[in-house]
Each structure stands twice: as C-alpha cells, then as structure tokens.
C-alpha cells in the first residue's frame, strides 16, 4: 500500500508540475494585416505577406508564397510608393524568401533610413512588397511577385502582372 500511495503522491506532483511551468508568455498583440502578393513576371509565383504586431510596437513580416524552388535566396524589399511605380525607393531589406520552403520571417523595427518603425505606422504606409529574383545582375529587376500594403493597398487594385512597376537597381 506505501508503494502506491508514493507513486500516487510522485504521479501527482509531476501532474501539477507540467501544469504550472506551461506557462507561455504570448509575444503578440493579436493585431495583424495580411495582404496579397500577385506574381509579377512570367514566373508564376504568389502568395501573402502578413503583417504581425508584437507587443513591444516591433512587427513580424511572415512572406508565404508558392512556385519558388531550390537553394535560391529570393531578396524582399519594402518599397515606398504604389507596386506600380518604376523605380520605388527601398524603405526596407527584408529577409529572403526561401526558395524551397517559399517563407520569409523578419522581425522590422527599423527602416533602411535608420528610423524606427512600429506595427502602427507599417500598416499607415504608403508603401509595397516585391519579391525579387535575384540580389545581383540583370535578374534583380526581375520582380517574382508583389503587392501593396498599408495607404496603397487601401486605395487601389493592382490588376495583374502588367501593372509592377520595375525597381530602381541601385
């Protein structure tokens, strides 16, 4: 009878043990944006960009696309201005996508201009997603697929491949 009572007493402590070290601090504030990323060449890439606020005002950047593939490391940049406008200003350096699992995760609190930037003021922007083919070259004009965030999202509708402007290759 002792010998159950002890393993009765151990099975319970470690049963109010898992329960009170689970506790998990969640890191965000339930805020988030998502917005459409529309393929912007002839490959045929696309997906979304989600917009994620944590609750220190930084925001999580999480790119999804489908039709990327192999080792490539697609640049990401945030661009001032509509995703029609040739020659946008780079606002920001995002993280690459991953050519084999398509995702990108970056954690933005600063613009390239060393300013800081919250959740708050992302989604306010006038500004836009495009997602690159390559860093270097002729292909870095080559723009897989983007999309407009913030003010441009809200005020127009891009209409297809047509209508990404090229980015400013310097």
Do not use: W
């Not at 609750?55 to 945030?78: F, M, Q, R, Y």
């Not at 997603?129 to 965030?149: F, R, T, Y």
């Amino acid at each position: 009878m002792k010998i159950y009572t002890i393993l009765g007493v151990a099975i319970m402590a470690c049963a109010c043990q898992d329960s009170t070290t689970t506790d998990v601090t969640n890191d965000y504030t339930g805020n988030e944006s998502i917005y459409a990323l529309q393929a912007g060449s002839v490959y045929d890439v696309d997906g979304t960009v989600t917009f994620k606020e944590r609750n220190d005002g930084a925001t999580d950047v999480v790119i999804a696309v489908s039709g990327t593939e192999g080792n490539l490391k697609n640049p990401v940049h945030l661009h001032l201005g509509d995703v029609t406008t040739d020659g946008a200003k780079v606002a920001a350096l995002l993280n690459p996508v991953n050519g084999k699992t398509g995702i990108s995760n970056t954690r933005l609190t600063m613009m390239a201009d060393e300013t800081t930037i919250t959740y708050q003021q992302l989604i306010k922007l006038n500004a836009c997603i495009k997602i690159h083919l390559s860093d270097s070259g002729p292909e870095q004009d080559i723009v897989l697929a983007g999309g407009n965030i913030g003010e441009a999202a809200a005020k127009s509708i891009s209409n297809g491949r047509l209508s990404i402007g090229v980015c400013k290759s310097n």
